[in-house]
């Protein structure tokens, strides 16, 4: 994925007018002259995959247009504790007034990405792919989600415009599984994809028989049933575990034999990654 | 604190407006009958410390005007597993498409309040008060530090605009401590509090002599340090330990007579508290 | 299609403050007295399906709240000449004030469901659908697609975010349809269809032998090879005709048995439906 | 009339985002390298009068700053099927993502210009003025106008502020055709223009002896009676006709002598200009 | 003149949030309980005219919806000292913190149409009017020739779209007085005023020679010379007289027989009026 | 005090919006050719102290990236009546479109630096010090309170959420002023000064005798008691006096021994400083 620079400007520019307030940094500039210059890397602290590099960035360059950026690591990469990431020269003030905003971006997308990354490593080989969810901090959903890809995840659906996913209460309203499928098939848009939530292996088969879902999500299931859910499937559509779960149960769902596994802590629980800014005034 | 309502309305309807993309929520539209109703309750699934109410509200009357709500919970309360926080009847559609964009609010802020929380009761009887940080999420800072104020901590400032923080690389331009006191108080306005950051007990002993600010954050000192921090100061101003702080070594810091701990985990670190909305169509 | 209340009062908002300029209705404001009332009906001028009913009526509500209104006619109803669409009571003023903006998006919308209802009226019985493309009116594509969507056709994906079309430039880079399909099968969220675009039998061929694709766009072809298309297909996706398709040619497309044909006109070049609003002071 | 960059900026970017929704150009980001280059060339698919290049341009640039463009054609230019509008090299992913909305702009106020431009060839010689309405489609209004004005058309009033047109209504309100232009030519400022609208020459008679109406409406009238109402004005001000005005009628009223004929279907009913961008990736 | 409830809102929204800042009045949230109710009176604090009520009220209206407010003065109305203009009962909490917005928009206002209602007062019985210019403050302009008009003034132009001003520099471009207004006459929509400034005598002949500008701004001449250009006018146009007028100034200005006189202090250098809210908790 | 680049463009911007009302200088853009240069400077014509010019700059800027400018002053010089303040030379269309934006923000900034300074130098070598209040025109405050710095006065809190101030609302409600500050220092941040009004020498006691604020603001006070007050509270919190403040009372106040004197009037009612763009073309 690429974040659209348009919307990189949006949010960061945001970001830098909440922190100012009413619009300026006090302190900053009180003893900080106009004129002087600063140099500075961003480091990490901890270990992890570094994301949201072009956000931080982007901080300093909408504060102040006279800043020098060399990058030292990508989006991805796996850095190590002290690593430099990047490094910049500029005014003094303008990198005292944007380094919070850069980091929060920084370390907040990159404990996504790394999170994301501990359930990928986690059930290697496996052939099941992580995925993330719609429980994201509001706001912020497509730059997390950025960061789920980065950190080895796919993505789920981005929104509620972009893909059909029908879920209990849904079903209750349309009166059983095989109504609200082909209601949903012959009303949606021939370019958006079904997916429907189950909570047993009886309602899987009724969507495997209805056959007009692209996607099953088997709800809060065991690996067991899973595996026999898998079975069930047989190839026909893509089966997505969900609910429950966490680093330590992830590979017992991957072997299940699952293709993906969502997992709202992704993005709701993921602790920042420490990165820093030292700077040289 | 109390949140204002213009805010209220204006992130809730961002949230909303970023959920549904394109304009719709796909699926509902297809399956939910226009006039359909349905009652829901929002319920804990986890004991934790309740926050961000009336934002999951606004996430429902925004969506549409025809929701009756009750609230049985009120921000600030301990509520257990299963407990109803609050319930609602009105349009079905409505309440799936606005379900998750209140879920992420009240989740988000109330895990925030929990674990606020943890850190106040760790440090109960010590005279000590937590407080936040400015290493928050992007965007939701005013709703985060109402949060903290929610979950027992106290919050310190709300951007660069609000307060002094004279940091290292401010006391290297300024040439020293003592100079960068004597300048600051000469130019700030006079309701304007100076805060000073110093890792030594000689940098402390320099803020001392100078006596011009109103509270000196004490950065990465072991909680020996702190006491004899403590000690030299002598009630002439306000207290602050920052840096590694975490859940097992608050207390012991908190033990130094500090009069606050400043814990950026608070806000770029909380995992989510697990709520739900339970919907009867 | 259900559309948003907040995407609504964004757009006639909008629309109110670009016609109001400097912030008045110059004429009525001196001409009008503050208190007088008027009564007024929405009336068809010509044949056509109504359309954008709740953006006319939400440009009243939105310039004054002391409007009373009564529906005489839904969206998707075919109103015959001099038919009434709706009536409404309140301030001569703001009645005055709001009429053209209503009048512009009800007229707008009303010809893209009729031009898109006389396209679906020509193919009728086929067993094609209508849809429609990107091509709109920048600001306008939620409320065009809706249009088309109240006129009888299905929509085509609403833009670049939420279904994957590969055109000849993405095949020309990729190397070839097989690889270009194989990369984004591997790489796409598994929520998101993929359809691409061919100009040749042959070039369909390879996407049937890849077997990734959801749809496959039948660019510019004969319905000669449509139907030759259709075949080689066998309902193993999805198929859309696209180019150089208007009323006279679109039965002929339709009976080569593709699923969906995709019209630019529908929201690029609809005439309006004349519909005013008789205003009795 | 020069379109002003703060505004073609805010409406392109606006463009962009909506083309881009959550955020991104899916299909290009999974299959263009991020350093792959492109050239191309946006070309008239039908001859017609160019409008709007600057819009289409900027939505390249918007997306990218590295595109370099040659401009081989200008606004208001007649341009024959087949010509080269404007080259550009640039990034291939960009270039695809910003494509359609360049376009859409484009065809779109081309389509204006030329409809525009047929008008005005078939009154030539008459000494009459085409312009347009208020009747444009809600956000593109000064944009719409401007195409109007590039097509060689003249423009009425840009809103509900910057000119009175005392219609029916109010002088129903107003009690008579006098009393409405008296109180109007008392309240005004003196740099706003007051026009009227009659529908019989009787009423013509009465702005006629009131003397303070700038320009006067002749609504839905005959050649005939057009005629008779130019006589009768005697140049003591300018004269409008409106009305029932298409392709086939406009010759014969502007005829009549009237100084101005205002037509809605330039700006509600143009259907789009056909231009392509031709890629070479 | 009316303000439009949209462009109320849009601002008093602004002010509001810009006074709220990170978005409290802390002072209030600490010290008023949430349940608290207050009364209060809008009072002149000196002899004025009063202008800016419904933005005053919005204030409160917009902060709380609780408010029962009476009113007691109307826009335009001459306040003495001592008088209420408005009393309101509601949320205590909420009164405080919408005080000072509506204040500021009050005085200011009121200021203003105080000011105008000055030089009004000064010419009174001369034919002239006085009028304002477009040095306005930012952001506030409508309002500020809203409280213009309140005062009993007239407004010249509200941006530089709705009439033309013809200054020195415009002229150097174009040649000469004749060729600038030639040319603005042949180019210029019919729905648009044209003015032109001059500054002699031999300058305003030019002018009257070409007979196509409907107003003519005399800038910086002596009452003598005015007296004198308003008899080589001789009814032709409108006269407006401009620059270094004051109250002291301004009568013998408006002797000399001009229809208008144009004054950039009314609303760039008014001082406020006067206005508390006394408040009963 | 630094204005941030990213409120600069803001506040600019939407002043250049304002002027353009649908977007276009109509009689720039008639009379002078795309291509025509002019040179321009910007004059004093008045003695005063500037304050704005990078906001003027920008308005510039903003309009057109084709302006080469020279500054001749800063922000803060005392400048004489036909001074030059910069240079600048662009293209002549966007120099006479941008012109009226770029002086009403630098006119009316300068007017307030003026004015401060005025205050100012009536105190000089009383160790006093003039600051502003929130008695500001709604939109700009933060830019008048930079005007207030620069002409040498302090800045007062800048919103309600950055300082608390304690009024008689207030006091009445918490019953006492000793409740109101113990309540007020027991709740709110530690980065949070506190500053109490009060109107007697009786209440100022109250106040000492509680000892927890930092500020105490003594309203309308006569110069003999704020002397009594000064020695009251004998330098143990800052002293502020306010109400009935003029150039002609502010001397004798000063000379009570108040620290501070807040002055509403310095940027509720400072007449504009006369600054021009001589125009070159």
Not at 66 to 75: H, P, Y
Not at 195 to 218: F, P, R, S, W, Y
Request: aromatic content about 4%; overall charge negative; some cysteine.
């Amino acid at each position: 994925m690429q974040l659209s620079n348009l919307h990189i400007e949006r949010i960061v520019r945001m970001a830098l007018e909440e922190d100012l307030g009413h619009g300026q940094d006090v302190t900053s500039n009180l003893l900080i002259p106009a004129g002087a210059g600063a140099s500075g890397v961003l480091r990490a602290r901890q270990d992890g995959i570094l994301c949201g590099l072009m956000l931080a960035l982007s901080a300093f360059s909408l504060t102040d247009i006279d800043f020098d950026m060399t990058i030292e690591a990508q989006d991805g990469d796996f850095v190590k504790e002290g690593q430099i990431i990047a490094s910049l020269t500029g005014p003094a003030r303008s990198m005292l007034t944007a380094e919070r905003v850069a980091l929060n971006f920084l370390t907040h997308l990159s404990g996504i990405a790394t999170l994301t990354n501990q359930f990928v490593e986690e059930i290697k080989g496996s052939g099941c792919e992580i995925c993330d969810t719609r429980k994201t901090i509001p706001g912020l959903r497509m730059f997390q989600k950025y960061a789920v890809s980065i950190g080895g995840g796919a993505n789920h659906r981005f929104g509620l415009d972009d893909a059909i996913l029908i879920k209990d209460n849904h079903i209750a309203v349309a009166g059983s599984i095989d109504e609200a499928l082909n209601q949903v098939k012959m009303l949606a848009g021939h370019t958006v994809k079904i997916e429907i939530e189950v909570d047993t292996l009886e309602q899987l088969q009724e969507v495997i028989d209805n056959g007009k879902a692209d996607i099953v999500m088997l709800d809060n299931m065991s690996p067991a049933d899973l595996k026999k859910a898998v079975k069930m499937v047989d190839g026909r559509m893509s089966t997505e575990a969900s609910g429950g779960v966490n680093l330590s149960t992830v590979r017992a769902i991957a072997e299940s034999g699952v293709d993906y596994i969502s997992v709202g802590a992704l993005t709701h629980s993921a602790p920042a990654m420490d990165i820093a800014l030292d700077i040289d005034v």
